[in-house]
Each structure stands twice: as C-alpha cells, then as structure tokens.
C-alpha cells in the first residue's frame, strides 16, 4: 500500500471545523455514496445533542475511530474528515485494508462547541488559554468507563461513554483509535501492546513532517515506555498503583472517574488500540537532548513547588466566592475536580521524584523544558477555564454576591493575563499546521492498521 500517496493528499486547512459542519459534512457523505457510507446515531450527548458514526465498507475486521474524545483536542476530526472521504471514493483502498471502519467525528459534541471560540485562531497560546475548555475526570469521556480494581469502583458513564460503550461490546474492534492530541510538546504514542515493527513508522512520520518527537518528561510519571516516544496505553489501574505507592491517601479518591477506552476494551476481546499524541505548537527546546545543567530530579521538584504556589493562589480568589455561585455550570465541574486533584497530584510526584533512583541523572533540555515551561501552560488553562466560569456565573447566574464576584473575577483575569504574558516571554514557539498534524495522525492509523491486520 503507497501510504505516502494517501497522506500527500490531506487537505491543507486553515481552521478547525465546528460540530455542526462535521455532521453536516457526514450527512453529506452518506448521501453522495449510499453504497458504500452508512451514517447513523450512537446516541446523544448530555445535552441531547446526536453522535453521528460513519459506517464505511465492508472488510472482515472491525475498526473503530473516535475524534474529540477531550473535547480540546479536534485534530482527530480533521484527520476523520479526510479519512471519511478518502474511503468512501476509493473501492481500491477500502479492499486493500480489509476492514469495515466505524467513524465517530466528535464524541463529544457539547464539550467541543466549548471550544469552538479558538478553532479558527488566532493560533496563540493566549487565545488557545482564553477560549479553553476541558472537563473533569468524571465528565471525560475518555475517563468514564467502568472498573473494578482493588478499592475503585467505577460505574456511572456518560452519555457519550455509554455510546462508545455499546459500540465496543458489539463489534468487538480488531483496531481502535481513541484521537487525542497535546497542547504543546512533541509527538508520542501509546499503543495497548508491544509492536515492534511500528516504533520506526512512527518515527519517521514525525519527522517526514518536520515535528520533534516527545522526548522529554512523559505524560504520567508512571508511564512504561515500550521505544522512545511510544508508551504502553494508559489505564486506571495503573494511576491507581502510583497513588497507592507514593501516597498514603486513598487511591479510589484521587482517581476521581473511570478508566479509558483503551483498558474497558480489554474486557471483550484482543483490541490493539492506539493513541497519537501531537501538539499544536513548537518549541526548539521540546526534542534538545543536551544536558540542562541540573538534575532531572532538581527539574521536577521545581514544578511541583511552581504548581502549588499557582494553586494556593488559585484559590485565594475563589474561596471568598465559592459559596456564591448558583450554576452548575461544566466551567465549575472542571475547577472543582482539578483544584481538588492538585494537591494530591503534587504530594504524589514530589513522592516519586524524591524516590525515584533514575531521576538523579542529568536532566535534558527537553526535559527540563517539559517541567519549568510547559507545566505552566497546563496549569493556565485551568485559570482560562476558571474565568470562564466567573464570566458565565456572571451573565446568567443569579447570586446575590454580584460584587465579591466581580472582584475575584478582576483578580482572576489580571492572574491570567500575568501568566500568559510571562509564558509567551519565554516560548519560542511556533504554529504547527493541521495538515501536518492530521498528516502523522492519519499514516499512524494506517500503519497500525495494517499490523493488525497481519498480526490477525
């Protein structure tokens, strides 16, 4: 199969697409090809808004791709744009993967509308940050599948969660594709099993495209790593085991929602299921191996200490007004499960760091990079989002509290500006384009989907 030629053919887009384009581009789909495209409804989100799923070909095996799992994160539905497409013209290509392909554009649609304020740029930080959401753990649907480990007891998924759910079950999927992607970093993966034969086309996508590879601190620290760049899927379970290892507070609490798509498929069937994580920006410094002067464990404890200061001053605005919001909007679900999560994620990496034998090594710029600059973004957009739900509490909520609101609401914005200018000062980053990104996403799909296929 000529992958390249398939990937020189991703569109070059200039804005991300809304949740009402997508389904009506869909709806479109279906009705130019109705031999071959079969759309349906999955079910509904929270909101009782429709998840479309494009059923396309006919092949033996089952694949199953889902974009805007986090809602932040739409460079999937760009790549299943194209992919839809590509498929449903090409008999050649539908024969050749052998697969009949279950597309879900945005899984997520209430989430992704939250988002749409930065979809069509600009491509800043700062706009990125003022325009953000993400849920909680316990409103992701990525993170609300059910479990049973040791002490957590997870049972109540979403809406969403519930659709991907019954899909799962059902087909039992011979590939999934849960598409995600960073804010801002280099490219990784996980996948749920060894694959040896993948570790050198993941590779070399991102660098037929120009984009470091994440070298720097993984996402978790407790993320097993099969080739640089290429972890094991994550799981609960193994959050669990950290908390419960570097922690004397009770794990079940400190993972607040379920496990991932990725673990819950397990249950039905031997499911290879694949993540690609791409970032939206660039920095030198995201793939610079060269020594940083300081030790990897100097590097950590930093960030955490830096963490802890953002969050005590996070909530010195917002506990003179906690008791005065009257919504229950998804802005409070996200403030109040990542203020309460934070420091229990912080007493469990100073932890870690302060055990941990390996990280009494030099650090790498990369990694370095990754705890004193690219920690603080994250963080930001926490205060993008705790603005936010000020804002909204403020327009259509009814507290008699108005002024201490409006006031936690100056300190707020004049927190988040501060931050977001001392970041900008020290990136140098630069914009990286969808294609590009839909690019890596789409031939990392094609070749895993091809290792399935032979490993079967």
């Given at each position: 199969m000529d992958i390249d030629a398939i990937l020189r053919d991703v569109p070059d887009w200039d804005a991300f697409l809304t949740v009402d384009e997508l389904d009506e581009s869909g709806?479109?789909?279906?009705?130019?090809?109705?031999?071959?495209?079969?759309?349906?409804?999955v079910g509904t989100s929270r909101e009782g808004r429709p998840i479309q799923c494009l059923k396309i070909g006919d092949?033996?095996?089952?694949?199953l791709l889902f974009g805007c799992v986090h809602p932040n994160e739409p460079i999937g539905s760009m790549m299943l744009e194209y992919f839809s497409r590509r498929l449903a013209e090409d008999a050649g290509l539908r024969r050749e993967l052998g697969y009949t392909w279950y597309l879900i554009k945005c899984i997520d649609p209430d989430g992704t509308r939250l988002n749409e304020g930065w979809f069509r740029g600009p491509f800043t930080p700062t706009h990125y940050t003022r325009n953000f959401f993400r849920p909680g753990s316990p409103q992701q649907?990525?993170?609300?599948?059910?479990i049973d480990y040791k002490g957590l007891h997870f049972d109540e998924p979403m809406p969403e969660t519930q659709a991907l759910m019954g899909l799962i079950e059902r087909l039992r999927p011979d590939f999934m594709y849960s598409l995600h992607n960073a804010g801002f970093g280099g490219v990784y993966y996980y996948?749920?099993?060894?694959?040896?034969?993948?570790?050198?086309?993941?590779?070399?996508?991102?660098?037929?495209?120009?984009?470091?590879?994440?070298?720097?601190?993984?996402?978790?620290?407790?993320?097993?790593?099969?080739?640089?760049?290429?972890?094991?899927?994550?799981?609960?379970?193994?959050?669990?085991d950290y908390y419960e290892a570097f922690t004397s507070l009770d794990p079940a609490k400190a993972v607040t929602?379920?496990?991932?798509?990725?673990?819950y498929a397990k249950r039905f069937g031997d499911t290879f299921t694949l993540v690609c994580e791409l970032p939206y920006f660039y920095d030198p410094?995201?793939?610079?191996?060269?020594?940083?002067?300081?030790?990897?464990?100097?590097?950590?404890?930093?960030?955490v200490d830096t963490s802890i200061r953002f969050h005590d001053r996070l909530e010195a605005i917002y506990a003179p007004v906690r008791g005065l919001l009257t919504l229950d909007s998804p802005y409070r679900k996200t403030v109040d499960n990542f203020t309460a999560l934070a420091r229990s994620g912080s007493v469990a990496k100073r932890a870690w760091a302060e055990r941990t034998e390996e990280l009494t090594?030099?650090?790498?710029?990369?990694?370095?990079?990754?705890?004193?600059?690219?920690?603080?973004l994250y963080g930001g957009l926490l205060l993008g989002v705790f603005v936010r739900m000020l804002a909204k509490e403020l327009g259509d909520g009814l507290s008699?509290?108005?002024?201490?609101?409006?006031?936690?609401?100056?300190?707020?914005?004049?927190?988040?500006?501060?931050?977001?200018?001392?970041l900008e000062a020290d990136l140098q980053y630069q914009v990286v384009p969808i294609k590009k990104l839909a690019t890596i996403q789409l031939g990392a799909g094609l070749h895993t989907a091809l290792h399935v296929k032979g490993r079967r």
């Amino acid at each position: 199969m000529d992958i390249d030629a398939i990937l020189r053919d991703v569109p070059d887009w200039d804005a991300f697409l809304t949740v009402d384009e997508l389904d009506e581009s869909g709806r479109r789909l279906a009705a130019e090809y109705p031999d071959c495209v079969e759309l349906s409804v999955v079910g509904t989100s929270r909101e009782g808004r429709p998840i479309q799923c494009l059923k396309i070909g006919d092949g033996p095996r089952r694949a199953l791709l889902f974009g805007c799992v986090h809602p932040n994160e739409p460079i999937g539905s760009m790549m299943l744009e194209y992919f839809s497409r590509r498929l449903a013209e090409d008999a050649g290509l539908r024969r050749e993967l052998g697969y009949t392909w279950y597309l879900i554009k945005c899984i997520d649609p209430d989430g992704t509308r939250l988002n749409e304020g930065w979809f069509r740029g600009p491509f800043t930080p700062t706009h990125y940050t003022r325009n953000f959401f993400r849920p909680g753990s316990p409103q992701q649907v990525e993170w609300t599948f059910p479990i049973d480990y040791k002490g957590l007891h997870f049972d109540e998924p979403m809406p969403e969660t519930q659709a991907l759910m019954g899909l799962i079950e059902r087909l039992r999927p011979d590939f999934m594709y849960s598409l995600h992607n960073a804010g801002f970093g280099g490219v990784y993966y996980y996948i749920s099993d060894p694959a040896p034969d993948l570790y050198a086309p993941f590779h070399q996508l991102a660098r037929d495209q120009g984009l470091p590879l994440s070298l720097g601190e993984p996402e978790v620290p407790y993320g097993v790593a099969f080739h640089p760049a290429v972890y094991q899927m994550l799981g609960a379970q193994a959050a669990y085991d950290y908390y419960e290892a570097f922690t004397s507070l009770d794990p079940a609490k400190a993972v607040t929602g379920g496990t991932s798509s990725g673990e819950y498929a397990k249950r039905f069937g031997d499911t290879f299921t694949l993540v690609c994580e791409l970032p939206y920006f660039y920095d030198p410094r995201i793939d610079d191996q060269s020594s940083a002067g300081m030790s990897r464990r100097s590097a950590v404890l930093q960030s955490v200490d830096t963490s802890i200061r953002f969050h005590d001053r996070l909530e010195a605005i917002y506990a003179p007004v906690r008791g005065l919001l009257t919504l229950d909007s998804p802005y409070r679900k996200t403030v109040d499960n990542f203020t309460a999560l934070a420091r229990s994620g912080s007493v469990a990496k100073r932890a870690w760091a302060e055990r941990t034998e390996e990280l009494t090594k030099d650090a790498t710029v990369a990694e370095a990079f990754d705890n004193l600059v690219i920690s603080r973004l994250y963080g930001g957009l926490l205060l993008g989002v705790f603005v936010r739900m000020l804002a909204k509490e403020l327009g259509d909520g009814l507290s008699p509290g108005r002024r201490a609101l409006e006031e936690a609401m100056a300190k707020a914005v004049a927190f988040r500006e501060e931050s977001l200018a001392a970041l900008e000062a020290d990136l140098q980053y630069q914009v990286v384009p969808i294609k590009k990104l839909a690019t890596i996403q789409l031939g990392a799909g094609l070749h895993t989907a091809l290792h399935v296929k032979g490993r079967r």
